[in-house]
């Protein structure tokens, strides 16, 4: 049964698809001994998830293929992790840079992209990117999008620096919609998920002097996903990076580039390869204060008194950041944006994260210079107070008195 399946799959696939299956056919013959018939039964579930992937990043696809178009099909929505599914569907749109402006996009199958070996973004790392999230909604009916305004301005903001033409805000948020209602079927069920939405800002004509490139590329792309740490909810173990930095004055730490993440990934890999969930940096001069986490914000709290490090260009400005600080504020809290030293750190009684992908998360630990320190968390805390607020305003579980939310229908 599972050959018979397999075979009807594989008429189904593309000629370079067709290569691959053979290539995996082999390969599960190697290792399973008992001809592809076993090695496809024993491969099971796997198996079919793997051509539920191909089928997904087929660019085009005839419609006999889409009979699980109202469901996820193969996902496991109860084990979602921060991992990559591909979807059906990708948005595109092109500008030149003579023309300077975006006109119109269109929704692609999702599949693989051409590019110039010469293309700016490859050479150069002219690019950007942005992550928001779609939520499905209480009567699991609609679909709700949280301040995606916030991201259409941090895209256009970080395109000037890049040099870059950008999509405006209404470009952007239509797009969004495009792409979420188009991969509807990958919308987890309200409580499991979310669909995590990535835009992109990419310089894709080529050049080979350096110079910004002659044509851009709008792409959005999007992927179901669960919690963004391993550790899920559980509050995180963070490590203090002190040879290493992300951002530094007058650098590209304040915008969403591509170019930030790459040289960070070391400092990641090996607070990993010890226990830790991510690494905390500290600026690039003094080697004292506190900046953020690879991916997100950094607050403490002492006394009631909140803080968070000013968002002065080494900071990324985080659309969660600036949420929680207002929601802080509401519920009587005094924020303070400042410098924040690595003693504010060693003394305060409750750290946090936040980002589009993590949420609120509660930090019990971090480790600097070989020390490590611990904090509150769970029942009480402030961090759990704001997660439950937040997310049950990006849920559309709480009434939305800030306008936040944008609904799609
Ligand atoms: C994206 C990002 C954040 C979080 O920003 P949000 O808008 O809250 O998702 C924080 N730090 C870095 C380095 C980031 O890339």
Same mark, same amino acid.
């Given at each position: 049964m599972?050959?018979?399946?397999a075979?009807?799959?594989?008429?189904?696939?593309?000629?370079?698809?067709r290569?691959?299956?053979?290539?995996?056919?082999?390969?599960?013959q190697?290792?399973?001994?008992?001809?592809?018939?076993g090695?496809?039964?024993?491969?099971g579930?796997?198996?079919?998830?793997l051509q539920c992937?191909w089928?997904?990043?087929?660019?085009?696809?005839?419609?006999?293929d889409r009979?699980d178009?109202e469901?996820?099909?193969e @996902?496991?929505?109860?084990?979602?992790?921060?991992?990559?599914?591909?979807?059906?569907?990708?948005y595109?749109m092109?500008?030149s840079? *003579?023309?300077?402006v975006?006109?119109?996009?269109?929704?692609?199958?999702y599949?693989?992209i051409?590019?110039s070996p010469s293309?700016?973004?490859i050479?150069y790392?002219?690019?950007?990117?942005?992550?928001l999230?779609a939520?499905?909604?209480?009567n699991?009916?609609?679909?709700?999008?949280?301040?995606?305004e916030?991201?259409a301005?941090?895209m256009?903001?970080?395109?000037?620096?890049?040099?870059?033409?950008?999509?405006?805000v209404?470009q952007f948020?239509?797009a969004?919609?495009?792409?979420v209602?188009?991969?509807?079927r990958w919308?987890?069920?309200q409580?499991k998920?979310a669909?995590?939405?990535?835009?992109?800002?990419?310089?894709?004509?080529? @050049?080979?002097?350096?110079?910004?490139?002659?044509?851009?590329?709008?792409?959005?792309?999007?992927a179901p996903?669960?919690t963004?740490?391993?550790?899920?909810?559980?509050?995180?173990?963070?490590?203090?990076?002190?040879?290493?930095?992300?951002?530094?004055?007058?650098?590209t730490?304040?915008?969403?580039?591509?170019?930030n993440?790459?040289?960070?990934?070391?400092a990641?890999?090996?607070a990993?390869?010890?226990g830790f969930?991510?690494?905390?940096?500290?600026?690039?001069?003094?080697?004292?204060?506190l900046?953020e986490?690879?991916s997100?914000?950094?607050?403490?709290?002492?006394?009631g008194?909140?803080?968070t490090?000013?968002?002065?260009?080494?900071?990324?400005?985080?659309i969660?950041?600036?949420s929680?600080i *207002?929601?802080?504020r509401d519920?009587g809290?005094?924020?303070?944006?400042?410098?924040?030293s690595?003693?504010d750190?060693?003394?305060?009684?409750?750290?946090f994260?936040?980002?589009?992908?993590?949420?609120v998360?509660?930090?019990?630990?971090?480790?600097?210079?070989?020390?490590?320190?611990e904090?509150r968390t769970?029942?009480?805390?402030?961090s759990?107070?704001?997660h439950?607020?937040?997310?049950?305003?990006?849920?559309g579980?709480?009434?939305d008195?800030?306008?936040?939310?944008v609904?799609i229908?």
């Amino acid at each position: 049964m599972a050959a018979a399946a397999a075979s009807s799959a594989k008429r189904a696939l593309l000629p370079w698809a067709r290569d691959a299956h053979h290539a995996l056919a082999r390969a599960l013959q190697g290792c399973g001994g008992g001809g592809l018939r076993g090695a496809l039964q024993m491969a099971g579930s796997r198996w079919s998830l793997l051509q539920c992937r191909w089928r997904s990043s087929l660019p085009q696809l005839d419609s006999a293929d889409r009979s699980d178009e109202e469901s996820g099909g193969e @996902i496991d929505w109860d084990n979602l992790g921060f991992g990559l599914t591909p979807t059906d569907y990708m948005y595109v749109m092109r500008c030149s840079l *003579e023309d300077g402006v975006f006109s119109r996009g269109e929704l692609s199958r999702y599949g693989n992209i051409e590019l110039s070996p010469s293309s700016g973004v490859i050479n150069y790392g002219q690019g950007l990117f942005e992550g928001l999230k779609a939520y499905r909604t209480a009567n699991q009916q609609g679909y709700m999008l949280f301040r995606p305004e916030e991201n259409a301005r941090r895209m256009q903001h970080g395109a000037e620096r890049m040099c870059m033409p950008s999509p405006s805000v209404e470009q952007f948020v239509h797009a969004v919609k495009q792409t979420v209602l188009a991969n509807r079927r990958w919308v987890p069920p309200q409580g499991k998920g979310a669909l995590y939405i990535r835009p992109l800002l990419i310089g894709s004509g080529p @050049i080979l002097g350096l110079a910004p490139a002659p044509e851009y590329m709008f792409l959005i792309y999007a992927a179901p996903v669960g919690t963004y740490f391993k550790e899920g909810l559980a509050p995180i173990n963070l490590v203090v990076e002190d040879s290493l930095h992300r951002a530094m004055p007058g650098g590209t730490g304040g915008v969403k580039t591509i170019t930030n993440y790459a040289p960070v990934l070391k400092a990641q890999m090996d607070a990993k390869s010890k226990g830790f969930t991510d690494v905390l940096y500290l600026d690039a001069v003094h080697k004292t204060y506190l900046e953020e986490a690879s991916s997100c914000n950094l607050f403490i709290v002492k006394d009631g008194v909140v803080a968070t490090p000013a968002t002065v260009g080494t900071i990324l400005p985080g659309i969660t950041r600036k949420s929680v600080i *207002e929601l802080a504020r509401d519920r009587g809290y005094q924020v303070e944006e400042r410098l924040v030293s690595i003693d504010d750190l060693i003394g305060a009684d409750e750290v946090f994260c936040t980002g589009t992908a993590v949420v609120v998360a509660p930090v019990s630990s971090v480790t600097y210079q070989g020390h490590r320190y611990e904090f509150r968390t769970g029942q009480d805390t402030l961090s759990q107070t704001l997660h439950t607020t937040l997310t049950s305003i990006q849920m559309g579980l709480a009434e939305d008195k800030k306008g936040w939310t944008v609904a799609i229908d």
